[in-house]
């Protein structure tokens, strides 16, 4: 069985590009949620997919987008960067929408210079 | 003020030693409340989960909650050099998918 992956696992952008991040869910999990991970804070809820809608969102403006695949792999879009989105993005799987057996990927490191 | 409190450390202890871990938090929705290990250059990883008040033990961990006082523990027994990572409390209200984290404390055992 395997994990949650991660693609990729660092990365650097210019303030105003776009950037899109992967993440394949574990094997059997059909809900996938991201969070951002700012230097020396907890996670942050960016949003959740299941079934390829999104079911809940956290704080984030809307140039934070997602979309969720038929393989419930998953792919976080965020337009116009800005300094401040530097951190760590970790993706999240588990089977079902209400249940707190999250996986969590190793993260993708995003430093926006 | 944050939904959840969680002091930063960084903590040190020698090996072998109990160590306690707390948070504390405001919203009184919440129901369901986890801890969660993190290395470095890793994501979380779930240790323990907890609905409601009560005790639970895992091994040499145990977690519990007071939601009369809104604070919840972890404690690691025997702790090892191998337990040397960041620890996370997360909480989340019944019906909703988001989780709220603290900031996490970082945790050193001591050879």
């Known amino acids: 069985e395997t994990g949650v992956t991660q693609s990729p696992t660092h990365l650097i952008k210019t303030r105003g590009q776009q950037v899109t991040l992967r993440c394949s869910s574990q094997?059997?999990?059909?809900?996938v949620s991201w969070y951002q991970q700012a230097l020396g804070q907890g996670p942050q809820f960016i949003f959740q997919?299941?079934?390829?809608?999104?079911?809940g969102r956290g704080n984030f403006p809307p140039r934070f987008s997602g979309l969720q695949f038929p393989n419930y792999s998953s792919e976080l879009n965020v337009n116009a960067l800005e300094l401040d989105d530097s951190a760590l993005y970790l993706c999240?799987?588990?089977?079902?929408?209400?249940?707190?057996?999250?996986?969590f990927g190793s993260g993708t490191r995003l430093t926006v210079v | 003020q944050k939904e959840v409190e969680q002091d930063p450390g960084p903590l040190s202890v020698p090996e072998g030693a109990i160590v306690s871990l707390n948070c504390t938090y405001s919203n009184s929705a919440f129901q369901y409340f986890m801890w969660y290990r993190q290395y470095s250059r890793k994501g979380p990883e779930l240790l323990m989960y907890t609905y409601s008040s009560g005790n639970k033990e895992d091994g040499r961990f145990t977690a519990q909650v007071d939601k009369s006082s809104k604070y919840i523990s972890l404690f690691i027994r025997d702790s090892q050099p191998s337990d040397s990572a960041t620890y996370l409390c997360a909480m989340s209200e019944l019906g909703n998918e988001k989780l709220t984290f603290g900031t996490g404390t970082r945790l050193t055992i001591i050879p």
């Open positions: 999240a799987s588990s089977q079902g929408i209400f249940t707190y057996g999250y996986t």
């Open positions: 094997s059997g999990h059909n809900t």
């Open positions: 997919y299941y079934r390829e809608e999104e079911n």
